[in-house]
């Protein structure tokens, strides 16, 4: 049994934090799928990586350019191609484990990250187009996501909540998916395509390492080395138990009796940023049942290598919450640190996907001039 499976079998689902044209059509992704992985997830960086980054598509490139498509539809039928095709991939995991996973994620454009009626138009148009059930859409946790998750999930579609990285904005966004739950519930399908309520699924994506990344510069500031590297893991545990918290009770039973998932809390951010810190720390501190853990290509090679499995997500709890209130002690806000990484995520995400658009772009002038 793969190590990947093993995973599986103690609640915890491993997804890949990568795609490209050459991953599915070389059958890379058919073998990590036979490994155990059971998702993956893409983002406006990844796509600029894969799209500008490599001759993957050129080809395809210049026969969109031929017919005259505009930017956005030359991105756009870049992008879907390689959704489509890896929901393909992945659909006999989604079948297999019953809509549990085999899901592949599509983020919306990231500059509509504070607009709510165009967040909810947009990922509906995205996922009646593509027109997969395994389809998940990327809406961040910005405050004109978290209304926009409710609609969604009210109409029937897959939602990957992403850019979370504080405990409040968390339990704002589960509250959303419940509300979300509870609309379906009442008034049923409204996106073609959707799903019904015991079908229709979500995860909730919990940055981890850049919260590392941000408090460690702090603390270095004060001359703090005890916490640094720890308070990342520390606000994960806490917020997982958060997740148990609010995923029960009778509101909660009213749902599941209805046939409602929980909405797992999916760790991403896993790759370590810090060379001093072990390469699969973000893997092995983070194992335990309904989970996920999306893993970009070098960490899924190291955690494969010499990661460690044992559940560890459930331990260690009461000393995270002292490492987070030692940090309060220090004058470190751990709710202004976390606002502020979101609202850096948000630009993160921006600026590759205006690089990548740039250079579609240029491409396209360049073989139109041809």
Do not use: C
Request: net charge negative.
């Amino acid at each position: 049994m793969t190590k990947l499976n093993k995973l599986y079998e103690m609640g915890q689902s491993v997804w890949f934090d990568y795609i490209r044209r050459s991953l599915i059509t070389s059958g890379e992704l058919k073998d990590l799928v036979d490994q155990g992985v059971k998702g993956v997830t893409s983002n406006p960086a990844i796509f600029e990586k894969a799209i500008a980054g490599s001759s993957d598509y050129d080809e395809d490139l210049k026969q969109l350019i031929k017919t005259d498509k505009s930017v956005d539809q030359i991105y756009e039928a870049l992008a879907f191609e390689d959704i489509t095709l890896a929901t393909d991939v992945l659909k006999p995991v989604y079948e297999s484990t019953n809509g549990k996973d085999g899901y592949v994620s599509l983020e919306v454009n990231p500059h509509l990250a504070y607009d709510t009626e165009k967040t909810i138009s947009e990922a509906k148009r995205l996922f009646e187009t593509i027109n997969r059930p395994n389809l998940m859409i990327k809406v961040p946790a910005t405050p004109a996501g978290i209304p926009a998750i409710t609609e969604l999930i009210g109409s029937g579609v897959n939602v990957n909540v992403t850019l979370i990285f504080g405990l409040q904005n968390y339990r704002a966004l589960a509250e959303a998916y419940i509300a979300g739950l509870e609309k379906l519930a009442q008034t049923g399908l409204s996106t073609k395509g959707g799903h019904p309520l015991d079908k229709v699924a979500s995860v909730a994506s919990f940055f981890v390492s850049r919260v590392d990344t941000a408090v460690d510069k702090a603390l270095d500031k004060i001359g703090n080395t005890d916490l640094q590297g720890k308070i990342a893991i520390a606000n994960a545990k806490v917020a997982y138990t958060e997740f148990k918290t609010i995923f029960s009770g009778s509101r909660w039973q009213q749902l599941v009796d209805k046939g409602a998932r929980v909405q797992r809390v999916l760790w991403a951010s896993t790759g370590t940023k810090n060379p001093n810190y072990s390469d699969t720390l973000y893997v092995d501190e983070l194992i335990g049942p309904d989970s996920v853990n999306t893993l970009p290509p070098a960490t899924l090679d190291s955690f494969i290598d010499h990661g460690k499995i044992t559940e560890t997500l459930t331990k260690g709890l009461d000393e995270a919450r002292q490492q987070l209130a030692q940090l309060a002690e220090l004058g470190i806000d751990l709710n202004s640190v976390t606002q502020k990484l979101q609202e850096d995520g948000v630009v993160a995400f921006a600026e590759p996907f205006d690089a990548l658009m740039k250079s579609i772009a240029e491409k396209r002038e360049k073989l139109l001039g041809a």
